[in-house]
């Protein structure tokens, strides 16, 4: 952000008064983006990259994702939900700062996972331009700082700009979606370890559809972080 737009944004904070990202309340001095309430009610998932968990389990026969976890339960009302359409829609960037500087750490605690490259679940380049950022860059550039990891944003990429895949069943979605992701120029990540990250998790169709994009690099190890997943 350039001063002069940080100035307006302080000005901004200044005029109206700011409201909880989560419940809509008035944020007290001191709070920033959530309420102490919310911040204290976010459904944490505990999830971490040393034991088992559900985010594996949805990969499991799929795609070799060497471990993976999620920050949050999403559900279909509440503060999760919220968050996120305020980072998907709403041009809350800090949003993804807040989330990534709390995740970062502590996926940092686990030392034998080491990442060499965390790469953002790619918008398609029409739909980049229309939103103006992708929502997860800023969660994975926090991630990549506290894993003195490379943010790599340009070698993924998606092919086509489609609605989402749903409405057909695991495998047509699978057959219609692998190839809506491509590698380009991945011959630098050879044998490196990747941190696949993204919003959220439902049927984990977009992180198999990109795990198998990047696995036509030789050698490469994946694993997988989001800001939450459907329980
Ligand atoms: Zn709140």
Redesign the pocket.
């Known amino acids: 952000m350039n001063w002069a737009s940080k100035i307006i944004n302080d000005i901004n904070s200044i005029l109206l008064p700011l409201e909880?990202f989560?419940?809509?309340?008035q944020l007290s001095r001191g709070e920033h983006l959530?309420?102490t309430?919310?911040r204290h009610d976010l459904p944490l998932t505990d999830f971490d990259f040393a034991h088992e968990n559900a985010v594996d389990r949805i990969f499991y026969g799929r795609v070799r994702i060497e471990k993976a976890a999620a920050f949050l339960y999403f559900s279909k009302a509440g503060?999760v939900k919220n968050l996120l359409h305020f980072l998907k829609y709403k041009n809350q960037q800090e949003i993804g700062d807040f989330i990534g500087n709390w995740f970062g750490p502590q996926i940092a605690q686990h030392k034998a996972l080491r990442i060499d490259a965390v790469i953002p679940v790619p918008l398609h380049p029409r739909k980049l331009r229309k939103r103006g950022y992708n929502q997860v860059e800023r969660f994975g550039k926090r991630l990549a700082h506290h894993l003195n990891a490379a943010y790599i944003d340009n070698m993924l990429i998606k092919t086509h700009d489609t609605k989402t895949l749903t409405q057909k069943n695991r495998l047509n979605r699978w057959k219609s979606s692998q190839d809506l992701y491509v590698v380009q120029q991945g011959e630098s990540m050879r044998g490196k370890r990747l941190l696949l990250v993204d919003d959220v998790i439902t049927t984990g169709a977009t992180i198999e559809a990109c795990a198998h994009a990047l696995h036509t690099i030789p050698d490469v190890t994946l694993c997988v972080a989001t800001i939450a997943v459907v329980p």
């Open positions: 909880c989560g419940c809509n309340v959530l309420c309430v919310c503060i």
